[in-house]
């Protein structure tokens, strides 16, 4: 069991940036994959970035070069660094885990992203 909370959205112009926060409850060294994922209205959830225990990451073809997943072992968080944000990156976003042995997956509630001008 593990509870993620999510945090950092906000109504940002296109061109800016915004960094999402994603604290859990228990060690992220623990959990063999934390990312984000989101979803827009009329859309599936789907993956943004994700980072691995061992600290390879994955991110969508949308988002390459602009975002930036990253770990904070020592505060048991995760970090998603959006830069050049587009409107097409407006989305509801959440935090996921994925925990060993069976690869459960947690959520967090999400954190709103609007990008307009």
């Known amino acids: 069991q593990v509870q993620l909370v999510e945090s950092g959205g906000g109504l940002v112009q296109p061109g800016g940036s915004l960094r999402l926060s994603c604290a859990a409850s228990?060690?992220?060294?623990?959990?063999?994959?934390m990312g984000w994922y989101r979803q827009a209205p009329g859309k599936q959830r789907e993956l943004v970035a994700t980072?691995?225990?061992?600290?390879?990451?994955n991110y969508a073809d949308s988002v390459k070069g602009r975002f930036t997943i990253s770990r904070d072992s020592a505060k048991n968080t995760v970090y998603l660094q959006m830069n050049s944000l587009k409107p097409e990156d407006t989305a509801l976003y959440y935090c996921?885990?994925?925990?060993?042995?069976?690869?459960?997956?947690?959520w967090g509630q999400g954190t709103q992203v609007t990008v307009s001008s």
């Open positions: 996921g885990a994925q925990v060993p042995p069976f690869g459960e997956r947690y």
């Open positions: 228990r060690s992220i060294a623990s959990i063999s994959t």
């Open positions: 980072v691995a225990r061992g600290g390879s990451t």
